[in-house]
């Protein structure tokens, strides 16, 4: 089995002049439940090369188990180092895509065509799109074959008003990431801030917040060896 993980390019928090990208823990926990259970897992961003990494993400309260495994792990800092393209890769040579978190995606995979176009092939191939925390905002533009918003009528998680609002991120972002699924007709659902929660629709799984990543990714792989058994 093979899973694309896209991350953000991103690294400017809006005009603050402070720094962002993806979060630590929504990658490297993801990615060592996939690649321990046998799963190959690629890695790409708009840009390619070293994804920026949330400087937030590194301080001592956001530090995990799967955190402290990356950073003893070179071969997988490597590889982080030497992400492809977006624009290289195709739906059809992949059985899933994740999208981790971190403030970067909602200035970028957003509103990147490339990432949005390779959402859209996944859909269309029945294939599972996976995304957490500020993950869910690379849904926003993603259109469903019937020329609606993806998220229109499915159920949905992502990252909360009031969590947003705990970073102290509300008036820095370019959108909440909770108001635009609803706006675009989600069916949205949280649990308290910060607690892990996992949503599934079909072939779509969204998680809410740090908490929800290993859980989004052990979702992802029940349903890749259900689809694999049938």
Sequence with gaps: MKVLFVLTSHDQLGD????????????????????DAGVQVNLV??????PPIDPKSTEPDAQT???????????LQHKLSRTRKLSEVRAEDYDAVFYPGGHGPLWDLANDRE???????????????????HGPAVLAEAKAPNGEPLVKGKKVAGFTNTEEEAVQLTNIVPFLVEDRLKELGGDYSKADDWQPYVVTDGLLITGQNPASSEPAAETLLKLLKKEKAA
């Design 65 to 75: 188990e799967a955190t402290r495994r990356f950073y003893e792990d070179d071969d």
């Design 45 to 50: 961003s708009p840009k390619g090369g070293q």
């Design 115 to 133: 990432s949005i176009r390779l959402i859209e092939e996944f859909t269309k191939q029945q294939k599972p799109v996976a995304a957490v925390c």
């Design 16 to 35: 603050t002049g402070k720094k962002t990208g993806f979060w630590i823990e929504e990658f490297a926990a993801p990615y060592y439940t996939l690649a």
